[in-house]
């Protein structure tokens, strides 16, 4: 089991838009099985490569309460979106911040497994949430970017003071 770090706002590293994975082999595998030891211990139910600053399409994410299904997401693509839900959400990159964004309730998701075997599935609510805003890190976008101009700024402050408080 290796820890990776996950890299945190304001580090422009978040904003890097991550390539395709071209390579499926035991490497890949591996960092899948890091990222998701990282997720776990960090706790969250979502990380993506880029921030862990791996810049590939790679998702980890696993919602259940046992922390016991996990889902690997190699180059996802949504193919479908229906609905409007409002979610508070947080990040492991922008930590102790959380606010409500909307996103679609139901997409549908094309992608790889980490042993680059094409899938296809459906989510809603939480899963949808969270597919939704792992695949925003793969562009280098934060969920705070869909917040409004004035609540991303308080947002951010806060984050600077609580930086300069740890310093």
């Given at each position: 089991m290796t820890l990776?770090?996950?890299?945190?706002?304001?580090?422009?590293?978040?904003?890097t838009i991550a390539k395709p994975?071209?390579?499926?082999?035991?490497k890949l595998q591996e960092f899948a099985n890091n990222m998701l030891d990282t997720m776990y211990e960090a706790p969250g139910i979502g990380l993506a490569a880029t921030q862990v600053d791996k810049h590939i399409q790679?998702?980890?994410i696993d919602i259940s309460e046992e922390k016991n299904q996990p889902?690997?997401?190699v180059n996802?693509?949504?193919i479908q979106k229906e609905g409007v839900q409002i979610h508070e959400e947080g990040c492991l990159s922008v930590p102790g911040i959380y606010a409500k964004?909307?996103?679609?309730s139901t997409i549908e998701v094309k992608y790889f497994n980490e042993k680059g075997e094409k899938k296809k599935m459906q989510a809603d609510e939480l899963l949808a949430v969270c597919i939704q805003h792992e695949i925003d890190h793969l562009n280098g976008v934060v969920f705070l970017d869909h917040l409004s101009p004035l609540k991303r700024k308080m947002a951010i402050k806060k984050l600077e003071k609580e930086a300069e408080i740890s310093d």
């Amino acid at each position: 089991m290796t820890l990776l770090t996950i890299l945190t706002l304001p580090d422009k590293r978040l904003k890097t838009i991550a390539k395709p994975v071209t390579v499926f082999d035991q490497k890949l595998q591996e960092f899948a099985n890091n990222m998701l030891d990282t997720m776990y211990e960090a706790p969250g139910i979502g990380l993506a490569a880029t921030q862990v600053d791996k810049h590939i399409q790679l998702v980890v994410i696993d919602i259940s309460e046992e922390k016991n299904q996990p889902l690997c997401l190699v180059n996802p693509k949504i193919i479908q979106k229906e609905g409007v839900q409002i979610h508070e959400e947080g990040c492991l990159s922008v930590p102790g911040i959380y606010a409500k964004v909307k996103r679609a309730s139901t997409i549908e998701v094309k992608y790889f497994n980490e042993k680059g075997e094409k899938k296809k599935m459906q989510a809603d609510e939480l899963l949808a949430v969270c597919i939704q805003h792992e695949i925003d890190h793969l562009n280098g976008v934060v969920f705070l970017d869909h917040l409004s101009p004035l609540k991303r700024k308080m947002a951010i402050k806060k984050l600077e003071k609580e930086a300069e408080i740890s310093d």
